[in-house]
């Protein structure tokens, strides 16, 4: 039984070897007919093509713009701080929140009694110190009289010490006498000596009564700024924030009552990459003053304000990448912006020659472009990517005049057969929509009429958005998010 089920097994293997070995010749033979013949006949597999939408590529000079985002910033701003302490006795009205002040106006005024008290004291002591020091000149004065007289007085002396001992040589006089005389000029000189004393007590007495009065002086000089200091005046043209000042409040010295922001000092701040920094730099290595755009939308409202670069950051802050950039924006950026608003910013590079400016999806991740022959075959042409401006980059290298494929995608390569959607050289042309239109009096009326019924929107977008619509040319965007909620 095994013998006759072996037996089988090796039958059936067999037949199995000798029916893959005919296959096998078989397709030998018709292979080698389809090669004397020329190929395969008719009627079998197609080759597959590939639908794709082509571009031509034109060269020109295209200017990069570098994007990016940061707040704006007081350049000068200053805390109003109470230089004395006392009771707030007089608040003008605009020292509010956002209103606006100008240079020399009085912000608040403190109690001046305790000040002008002091102010008086001071001058008191000044009169009192000058008085003192009249005083010490006038004494030096008669102690210089008394000088003069002590030294004419010992003059005498001395003559008549003389005519007693001339008369004792003689005979005439008494030893007695002339040692009177000379007691008599002794005490003559002692007074001279006396005298000179006193004038130099008196010249030490006017000299501490001048310091006096230089002292007296400078405490009326501190009293009296000490009272003007109860007056603040704004000392620059600005707007007030953190307004905390009421009147009749008591308020300690350097306490904080507002802050006043210059609005035509601002500033912005924005953070940009390693590359796009090395771009801002000149053959020296310095930040160049590039020009900047800075724009902020205000409920689709754009607002545009220009500025200039002004310097980079000292340091690079703990887990952040790139550098943070400074720029000083327009005096009438005021008018628009405001420190602490969130903008969008744009650099504008130095133009670029000899190149395009293609979608970023026509470039494969080898920079690559797949152009198209003649015979509507792809194939590869090495680029180098220059700029990425968002959808889009600009190109070196690229073949003037090729036809492009706008899309890369997966099963699109070298020698793969495509059929253009555009035809080559036929591409329509379209043109651009304005950015702004003019409106007739009846749309213009239909959109100003819904602005002001709008209360849901903030006071000041309405009057921005007012102001806009009152112009001659409105910005589409404007008119079409309006029309948009209106249902028109």
Do not use: H, K
């Amino acid at each position: 039984m095994r013998f006759v089920l072996r037996s089988l097994v090796a039958l059936v293997l067999t037949c199995l070897t000798l029916g893959l070995v005919g296959v096998g010749v078989v397709q030998i033979v018709q292979s080698r007919s389809a090669d004397a013949s020329g190929g395969w006949p008719r009627g079998g597999g197609r080759e597959r093509t590939f639908a794709v939408s082509l571009q031509t590529i034109t060269l020109g000079t295209a200017t990069p713009v570098i994007r990016s985002y940061g707040e704006v910033e007081g350049a000068r701003v200053l805390e109003l701080r109470a230089p004395a302490g006392g009771v707030l006795t007089d608040l003008t009205d605009d020292f509010r929140n956002g209103a606006a002040v100008a240079q020399g106006d009085l912000l608040f005024q403190i109690d001046p009694a305790d000040a002008t008290a002091a102010r008086d004291r001071a001058a008191a002591a000044l009169q009192e110190a000058q008085a003192a020091l009249a005083q010490s000149i006038a004494t030096r004065a008669l102690a210089e009289d008394e000088l003069a007289a002590a030294i004419a007085q010992r003059t005498l002396r001395a003559a008549a010490l003389d005519r007693q001992q001339g008369l004792q040589s003689r005979g005439v006089g008494t030893s007695t006498t002339t040692e009177t005389a000379e007691l008599a000029l002794s005490q003559a000189e002692q007074t001279v000596l006396t005298r000179r004393q006193t004038i130099l007590t008196q010249d030490a007495a006017i000299a501490r009564s001048e310091i006096e009065v230089l002292r007296a002086q400078i405490d009326l000089t501190e009293a009296a700024r000490t009272l003007s200091d109860t007056r603040y005046l704004a000392p620059f043209d600005g707007l007030l924030a953190d307004v905390v000042a009421v009147s009749g409040r008591r308020v300690s010295q350097n306490e904080q009552m507002a802050v006043l922001i210059d609005p035509t000092l601002l500033e912005v701040a924005f953070q940009v990459t390693n590359a796009q920094f090395s771009r801002l730099l000149d053959a020296r290595g310095a930040l160049m003053q590039a020009p900047v755009t800075v724009s902020l939308d205000l409920d689709g409202v754009p607002l545009n304000v220009t500025g200039q670069i002004l310097r980079s950051g000292a340091e690079v802050g703990e887990g952040q990448t790139g550098r943070l950039i400074y720029a000083r924006l327009a005096a009438d950026g005021g008018a628009i912006l405001r420190p602490g608003d969130f903008v969008s910013v744009s650099i504008t590079e130095p133009p670029l020659s000899d190149v395009a400016t293609i979608p970023a999806a026509a470039v494969t991740s080898a920079n690559e472009l797949l152009l198209v022959d003649e015979n509507n075959r792809l194939y590869a042409v090495p680029v180098r990517v220059l700029r990425r401006q968002g959808d889009m980059v600009i190109v070196a290298d690229a073949p003037a005049g090729a036809s492009y494929v706008m899309e890369t995608r997966p099963q699109l390569g070298p020698g793969v057969a495509i059929e253009p959607i555009v035809p080559l050289g036929e591409a329509p042309v379209v043109e651009a929509l304005p950015e702004s239109i003019a409106l007739d009096p009846e749309r213009r009326a239909r959109l100003v009429a819904f602005v002001e019924g709008n209360t849901r929107m903030p006071p000041d977008i309405r009057a921005r958005t007012l102001a806009a619509l009152q112009a001659d040319e409105v910005p589409r965007a404007t008119v079409e998010r309006l029309e948009g909620r209106m249902g028109g």
